[in-house]
């Protein structure tokens, strides 16, 4: 079945360190790679996507980029802020018929302190 | 406007009890689901929904009861609640099935005391 591996957390970094977020998926068909972030208190929010091999996906400053040799999609952001932290999921569709559901990873909890 | 809203936001019950957590979406789209998050914060897919018709039923206990009266409603309602159904639910919606990303609500937190 289809599953998603992400780096465990939590995860402390200061403000305008780099960020990388591991994420790793099996899958039987050709995905589609989501990163989805949760503020506290509050639903997921779509932070970015990528569809096919080799695309990038970028918002707000974090880009992640589909690797199929590799089966990974890792977050990345140059400069944090401490507006950045949140729970941060990797998540995948397979696409194939009567299995379209977002299979999570375990979440990634991300503190920024000033 | 709020595009996929579920209520109510929180839900404290007795053991025992039946309750219902209600969902709609105005995005216009054919797919809704159901997730339960656990408090390690795991999500994980309980029912999905296409144009009326159920596509998903993970293994779910059948105390749970998922009812899309049409494409724009997902209601769950769940009978004989028990301590461990304690956790945040969210309702989320898609355009379609199949590689494209889902809208979520804010989550109902229901707590069984």
């Known amino acids: 079945g289809d599953s998603v591996t992400q780096m465990e957390g939590p995860v402390t970094l200061s403000e305008e360190a780099f960020l990388t977020i591991n994420c790793t998926y099996t899958a039987t068909g050709y995905p589609s790679l989501f990163w989805y972030v949760q503020y506290p208190g509050e639903g997921l929010q779509l932070l970015l996507k990528?569809?096919?091999?080799?695309d990038k996906g970028s918002n707000k400053g974090f880009e992640a980029t589909y690797r199929k040799e590799t089966t990974s999609f890792h977050l990345e952001k140059g400069s944090v802020q401490v507006s950045d932290s949140a729970v941060y999921f990797c998540?995948?569709?397979?696409?194939?018929?009567?299995?379209?559901?977002?299979?999570f990873g375990t979440g990634t909890r991300l503190t920024i302190i000033p | 406007d709020t595009a996929v809203s579920q209520t109510p936001k929180y839900l404290v019950t007795q053991m025992g009890n039946d309750k219902s957590i209600k969902c709609e979406q105005n995005?216009?789209?054919?797919?809704m689901y159901w997730y339960k998050q656990d408090s390690k914060k795991f999500l994980k897919i309980m029912f999905s929904?296409?144009?009326?018709?159920?596509?998903i039923n993970e293994t779910v206990p059948n105390r749970f009861s998922p009812k899309s009266p049409d494409k724009a409603h997902l209601n769950l309602h769940i009978n004989s609640l028990e301590l461990g159904d304690s956790a945040v639910y969210f309702c989320?919606?898609?355009?379609?099935?199949?590689?494209?990303?889902?809208?979520f609500g804010q989550g109902t937190r229901l707590t069984v005391v």
């Open positions: 998540a995948l569709i397979d696409g194939n018929f009567g299995n379209e559901k977002l299979t």
């Open positions: 990528a569809t096919k091999a080799d």
């Open positions: 995005l216009g789209h054919d797919t």
């Open positions: 929904y296409n144009n009326k018709e159920l596509i």
């Open positions: 989320a919606s898609s355009l379609r099935t199949g590689g494209t990303e889902a809208f």
